[in-house]
């Protein structure tokens, strides 16, 4: 699946702006939702279970050295939430287990564990590069994390845009199967808007979250259920204030550049009326000048 693109195309924020997203957290579903899409933020736990009991059905070989190491660091970061009520450090360069180093070490071994399983699914890659993309936000590569959820965004869109492409890999497919696909998008949508927001780029984080409640919102028609449950109105409300949070510090970014700009203005006009009346006063000084230096023109002006 190609994923690099010619500077001159659309970027590829525009060209899945058009897609059905949702938003995030973690919510209870028939379908299982996999661990690699049950929350906005890296948990140890859906680390854990996604390596140690999802990832490990679907590679060649879960005995290698790369794959062994991999168990053993996401496990040994489990053991350290467990000891923080379940909770990873944040920016703490003292731990060793929450450090990039450490976390880097995990992300190396999931990027190895694609270039070594060629017959690794798209769904699965897409999960993959999922917890890649949470690692890298975990430990404040923002850009990296951006990049990896734009690849998971770009692998589900082409499973939502070619529905035979879930039909080869599960064999048979359901309503309930394309809400769930529907469902990641969304989440990875959310992710994505966050990593954006915290990068500082407001308008992308605005646009992103914007969609994703609003389909969201009509999740609740598209999956044939009752109503929403209380976890995923909880989602829909931190996705608003989420939302509302973002569209305050655009509004804040763009009153400061105003004020900034107001400002130069305000100085260049100073210097404008500063210089021109220094010039004046200069050439009145040079006539005098003049004058009391030319007695010729002392005498006839006497006259």
């Excluded at 064999?171 to 994505?192: A, Q």
């Excluded at 929403?228 to 608003?240: D, N, Y």
Aim: net charge positive.
């Amino acid at each position: 699946m190609p994923l690099r693109r010619s500077r001159s195309s659309p970027s590829l924020l525009q060209e899945l702006s058009g897609l059905k997203e949702l938003s995030f957290r973690r919510i209870k579903t028939s379908t299982p939702i996999s661990p690699a899409f049950q929350s906005t933020e890296l948990t140890a736990e859906d680390l854990e279970n996604f390596v140690c009991q999802v990832l490990s059905q679907h590679v060649d070989d879960a005995d290698t050295p790369n794959f062994r190491n991999l168990q053993y660091h996401v496990k040994q970061l489990a053991k350290h939430a467990d000891q923080r009520e379940g909770k990873l450090c944040h920016k703490c360069r003292g731990c060793p287990f929450c450090s990039a180093t450490f976390l880097g070490e995990i992300v190396l071994s999931l990027k190895t564990v694609i270039e070594s399983t060629p017959s690794l699914s798209a769904k699965m890659t897409a999960q993959v590069h999922s917890m890649i993309g949470l690692l890298r936000q975990q430990y404040g590569d923002l850009k990296a994390a951006i990049r990896s959820f734009l690849r998971v965004l770009w692998i589900l869109s082409s499973l939502t845009l070619d529905p035979l492409a879930v039909q080869v890999e599960e064999n048979e497919e359901s309503v309930e199967e394309r809400e769930t696909l529907v469902w990641k998008m969304g989440i990875t949508r959310h992710r994505l808007g966050m990593a954006y927001g915290k990068s500082g780029d407001f308008v992308d984080a605005i646009t992103l979250l914007q969609t994703a409640v609003k389909d969201y919102e009509t999740y609740e028609a598209n999956n044939g259920t009752p109503s929403l449950t209380r976890p995923q109105k909880g989602i829909v409300e931190q996705a608003k204030a989420d939302l509302d949070s973002f569209t305050e510090a655009r509004l804040l970014e763009q009153a400061l550049k105003e004020q900034k700009l107001a400002t130069i203005r305000r100085r260049r006009a100073y210097i404008r009326r500063s210089s021109t009346s220094l010039l004046g006063n200069n050439n009145n000084n040079t006539a005098a000048t003049t004058v009391t230096r030319n007695p010729v023109m002392r005498r006839s002006s006497a006259a």
